[in-house]
């Protein structure tokens, strides 16, 4: 008992050792829609051209080496990289090493949201936007409002630390960072020891927590908090069941609100996991008044989707072109799966002859998954891509393909994730080369992936 003990706390040692930590303040200005950050970097990892990545609306004070100021070479927006870094800039800090013991310290200030030709900055509202509205403040850690890490040789990019900040924002009446729970008034003092991606929601609003989970400026009432906190829990329950990364931390659901044109986005959201930014009150009509169970199976189709991201998309994620297919299609492929489990499956396939293989996907030639030359758009991110993990799922049934979710999960490090990376995982959590082939046959190397999906 004893050892096990020691070795347990000598491995989550380890991984602490190799988390870049930030510490220091942040001051938010609601009404001018203003942040001023003065914020150290430490623990750093073991990067070969590092640089610090920033919001664009960010401007620069000063940048420190162990307390003194240097000096910092620009990189704007990291072309032809991730998206993911497509509205930061990035600073190299003029230093010949930076050690696991150096201290960057940064401090610059911005107003918010920012404008520009849509051609550079982009006119829509989206999750790497700063948000101010309503005496609300939404940034999730793809804004970079806090600082990022960047490998600029091999692209890796770092955006969970773990974190002690100071939060002063005198208009505020609650402060919530991803990772801690909410608390209450114009100040904060936040800690955490794992790591997580910076997602702050700070403002004038109200929270509460029902179960397992925080309710951010919601209104939905004390039962439907109920409903909506035991329908996350039977989620995650269905994804520890193959799964096993033991994960039960609590969620934080923050309502969602657009900057952006009333007409771009019908319903949206997003996840910083642990926290996931939604339309809350649309729930309280997806609830069954009888049962008092989330029916509506879009709106379970949302949240398992958003959860499934802390697998696919925070632990297994690309920074390559494959960042989508690894993101979104894994976590769409989970969600429905989560569906299937939940309403059966002839919901399930409902769901699928709906959305998924409609005659007008039918009828649409896809970019084939190992031949992807390009960023590519949403509907095949979100649409055709899962399609081609039913497809390798109908191949070697549902025990293989969970058991290399799992194998992914458990054991996928590298962020350069490609084609030939699902192959190596697939055939290393054991699935035959012969399985393989025929999969490559049915679902990839062909133009009808989706009707043979349909066993047409
Ligand atoms: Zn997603």
Partial sequence: MRLTLALLAFSAQTLL??????????????????????LTLTNFPKMDNPAICLNRGMNIKDLQADGKSIDYNLDWGFPGRSLFLSSTMGYSPNLDTILHDTRLTLRYTGAFPTYG????????????????KNNILRASHQTFLCPGLVDRTTNQTITQFTYDIEVNCPECTSIYIGGTAPVNGSKAHLVAEAPNDLMLYAG????????????????????????????????????RSFLTTKNNEPV?????????????????????????????????????????????????????????????????????????????SFAEYLCLKAIENQFGAAAYEKL????????????????????LEKEIDNTHKYYYYPMVLAGLEKTVG?????????????????????????????LASGISGEKWTEFENTYVHTDNCLKNLMGK
């Fill in 252 to 328: 934080a659901l923050a309502q969602i609100f657009s900057i952006g044109s009333p007409t771009q986005y019908e319903d949206w959201a997003f996840a910083a996991f642990p926290c996931i930014v939604a339309n809350l009150s649309s729930l309280s009509r997806q609830i069954d008044k009888t049962s008092g169970q989330l029916t509506d199976v879009m709106a379970y189709r949302l949240y398992s989707h958003e959860l499934a991201h802390q697998y696919f998309g925070l632990k297994v994620k690309s920074d390559n072109l494959y960042w989508g297919f690894y993101s979104e």
């Fill in 117 to 132: 030709p849509a051609e550079i900055v982009g006119s829509g509202d989206g999750m790497d936007v700063i948000a101010f």
């Fill in 17 to 38: 050792a190799q988390t870049p930590k930030i510490t220091g303040a942040l001051a938010i200005d609601l009404s001018h829609g203003q942040i001023t950050a003065d």
């Fill in 352 to 371: 699928l002859r709906e959305r998924y293989l409609t005659d007008r996907a039918l009828a649409r030639k896809f970019i084939h998954l190992d031949a």
């Fill in 398 to 426: 549902k025990t293989s393909m969970f058991r290399l979710l799992n194998f992914m999960v458990e054991n996928v490090q590298s962020t350069n994730l490609n084609y030939e990376s699902l192959k190596q995982a697939a």
């Fill in 204 to 239: 004038q609003y109200a929270f509460s927590k029902q179960g397992n989970t925080w309710f951010l400026n919601s209104n939905l009432n004390a039962s439907n908090q109920i409903s909506i906190d035991a329908a996350l829990d039977g989620m995650r329950r269905f994804y």
